[in-house]
């Protein structure tokens, strides 16, 4: 399966930290994205790192991307309370590269 | 503002009785997409539309079923829905420019089967 596994699972900080989630997947890749979810809402997307990228910058996120170990991390920094929410990556493979797999997500709280 | 809506947000049927689940787009996007998401999992694509071509996942049941009149609508049908197919319901559309696939979500509808 190309599903990605994401780690960890369930990540709690204080207000202000650092928050770093990270991504492995198993087969090559046209592309790889973050997304954050609210609970109970749709899927937003926050980034895309090509397969040809190794790091990429957006405010306080930056995420990297290691093709030859198949993995990527996505960094929140300077973190805050309104950052709590699931946070899923997501592959599109080279053939196909219309369709996303998610992974299973990381379930980050922001403690005040 | 640009953007994917569905209908309706919360929806209860029956064990058995068809249920339609709606969504809409004012992005234009060639790309819609079905997902199924329950509780503390991932998304699970269920089929999607590359403009009127569909395509629908190997392991999606035949319960299943999707609708693509235009551009801008898309619907999910459920013909005898199982307890097991309570779950939150996300439609998502994507432009696919220069091969790029980043993907615009709605809010999801949230289905009940009692």
């Known amino acids: 399966s190309q599903q990605g596994e994401e780690d960890p699972q369930a990540l709690s900080i204080q207000e202000g930290e650092n928050a770093t989630m990270n991504c492995s997947y198993k087969?090559?890749?046209?592309?790889l994205q973050w997304y954050r979810q609210n609970s109970g809402r749709g899927l937003v997307h926050l980034i895309l790192?090509?397969?040809?990228?190794r790091e990429k910058h957006s405010g306080r996120l930056r995420v990297t991307l290691d093709t030859s170990k198949k993995s990527s991390s996505l960094l929140i920094t300077a973190s805050r309370a309104a950052d709590t929410a699931s946070y899923f990556c997501?592959?599109?493979?080279?053939?196909?590269?219309?369709?996303?797999?998610f992974g299973q997500g990381t379930r980050l709280t922001i403690n005040p | 503002d640009a953007m994917v809506i569905q209908n309706p947000r919360y929806q209860v049927t029956q064990f058995g009785k068809p249920v339609t689940l709606s969504c809409s787009q004012t992005?234009?996007?060639?790309?819609m997409y079905w997902y199924q998401q329950k509780s503390s999992q991932a998304p699970k694509l269920l089929f999607h539309?590359?403009?009127?071509?569909?395509?629908n996942e190997a392991d999606t049941p035949d319960n299943f079923q999707s609708r693509r009149p235009n551009t801008s609508f898309c619907f999910l049908d459920i013909r005898s829905p199982g307890l097991g197919d309570a779950a939150m319901y996300l439609c998502?559309?994507?432009?696919?420019?220069?091969?790029?696939?980043?993907?615009?979500f709605g809010p999801g509808t949230r289905l009940t089967v009692l």
């Open positions: 998502a559309t994507s432009a696919l420019r220069g091969g790029y696939n980043e993907q615009f």
């Open positions: 539309y590359y403009d009127k071509d569909f395509n």
């Open positions: 790192i090509r397969s040809n990228e």
């Open positions: 992005l234009n996007h060639n790309v």
């Open positions: 997501a592959t599109a493979l080279i053939q196909g590269a219309q369709k996303l797999v």
């Open positions: 087969t090559s890749i046209n592309n």
